[in-house]
């Protein structure tokens, strides 16, 4: 990978942790973009099988031609992402935007509130 698509990449991340970049969920599952005047940076997470996750960084001008285009690929019973950093920057990228964008930090604090009242949690509605 280009040392300027990783410098790229580990910024957007940090950003996105801080809560300072917009990305919008695209159509379909877990496919999000960020335009940026005329260039979209486009990023995709697919599971592809047998425990195997793709993801897809993307960056495309204003008349949709693909400039950059790196795909990781994450298998099962591969090192873990903490283990080989190096490696795994687009799906700490991908998991960073999807966990920003669907709202999963204040889900699970919601749920961790209200499992922390105590009694009966999880009734049905009548």
């Given at each position: 990978m280009e ?7 580990d910024n ?5 942790k ?15 973009e960020?335009?940026l005047g ?8 697919e599971c ?12 495309i001008?204003g ?9 990781e690929?994450?298998?099962a019973?591969q090192?873990?992402p ?5 490696l795994?920057v687009?799906?700490?990228?991908v998991?960073?935007v ?8 204040g889900?699970v ?7 922390l009242l ?8 009548v």
């Amino acid at each position: 990978m280009e040392k300027k698509v990783r410098v790229l990449i580990d910024n957007l991340t940090q950003k996105t942790k801080r809560g300072d970049v917009r990305w919008r969920k695209l159509d379909g599952v877990d496919c999000f973009e960020l335009k940026l005047g005329a260039t979209t940076i486009e990023l995709r997470r697919e599971c592809v099988g047998r425990g195997a996750i793709v993801y897809q960084f993307s960056i495309i001008n204003g008349v949709d031609d693909k400039l950059i285009s790196i795909q990781e690929v994450h298998t099962a019973g591969q090192r873990t992402p903490a283990e080989r950093k190096d490696l795994f920057v687009l799906g700490e990228l991908v998991e960073e935007v999807r966990s920003f964008t669907l709202g999963v930090t204040g889900i699970v604090d919601k749920l961790l509130a209200e499992v922390l009242l105590g009694g009966v949690i999880g009734k049905e509605s009548v």
